[in-house]
């Protein structure tokens, strides 16, 4: 019951979200080399891509962990086309990659940042076929049995070099939902994101 209850809200976090094109991309393109679809990223599905006067004036504060990391912690794993999962039991994250998402095998790596909700996913650039689903546990972060009382958001970082610290500018929003505990309706226990492409993601508020 719980997890239907799961997939409708995300169905209808992610039909909420408003297209910035009324493009679709085509995504049975010819594939790059390193087996995924060429996809201009001002076309992604459901994404709200921000242009460069937005994404100057859009500047999110990046979550904080409970508790710093003593280094940063990265796991890499080879994905293939019938899809895989890849975890990070430090800080809580299942990044899921359904069949189809690749036409070929590839090596993942994922980096958690050593203070920040964020993570560096690497081959930088490298876009997928199918929507490839992120979900972080909340326990891990400050906001972790708090009353919610900003939505938090999934946001994509053009600039792999910017520091995080205070307000970071931001090129998209990616379509989300909150999962909230269901004996403190307010607590907030994690957030579930869909991505198109790497690489550098972080959880934030406004």
């Not at 991309?25 to 594939?31: I, Q, S």
């Not at 490298?126 to 909340?138: A, E, P, R, S, W």
């Amino acid at each position: 019951m719980v997890r239907s209850a799961f997939f409708r809200s995300l169905a209808a976090a992610l039909g909420a979200v408003v297209l910035v094109s009324c493009a679709s991309p085509d995504l049975t393109g010819p594939a790059s080399p390193n087996g995924t679809a060429s996809i201009d990223r001002s076309l992604h599905h459901g994404v709200a891509v921000l242009d460069s006067a937005q994404s100057t004036n859009l500047q999110l504060q990046a979550l904080w962990w409970k508790q710093s990391l003593d280094q940063a912690v990265s796991v890499t794993k080879t994905i293939g086309a019938s899809g895989g999962t890849i975890s990070i039991a430090q800080t809580g994250l299942t990044v899921v990659f359904p069949a189809g998402a690749l036409t070929s095998p590839l090596t993942i790596t994922i980096t958690a940042d050593t203070r920040y909700v964020a993570y560096k996913m690497d081959p930088a650039g490298t876009q997928f076929l199918k929507g490839v689903t992120v979900t972080q546990q909340l326990g891990t972060t400050q906001i972790q049995s708090l009353n919610l009382n900003a939505p938090i958001q999934a946001a994509y970082i053009a600039d792999d070099s910017i520091a995080l610290s205070g307000k970071v500018p931001v090129l998209e929003i990616e379509p989300s939902t909150t999962i909230f505990s269901t004996t403190a309706p307010l607590v907030p226990q994690s957030q579930v994101w869909i991505i198109r492409h790497f690489s550098r993601y972080m959880l934030a508020s406004g």
